[in-house]
């Protein structure tokens, strides 16, 4: 039996066409966004709201840790920017 085949804790991935870990790893995606896949993936199934307000906190996390590799030297505290604040600072 492959671990495709099995899960533990539920059905909420085994009844995909696609699983989101092979989603995952196919598109070589790092722990945050794995985790915003898995977490959209299973919303309607498992977690309800609750899984899309997670998805949201690794998205706020992803988008703080490329801004502050794209300008280093922008602090943590510019996420509470204005999306066009954020814009102009990703075009910089």
Known sequence: MTANEEQHGGRHYIT???QPWDYIIANG???L?????KYIS????KGGLDDLIKA????EKLIE??????????????IDTTREEVNQIWKE
């Open 65 to 78: 840790v490329t801004l502050n590799e794209r300008v280093p030297e922008v602090a943590v505290s510019k």
């Open 16 to 18: 995909k066409p696609i």
């Open 42 to 45: 299973r919303y309607k199934e």
């Open 29 to 31: 995606m790092g722990y």
């Open 56 to 59: 949201s906190h690794y998205l």
């Open 33 to 37: 966004e794995g985790n915003i896949i």
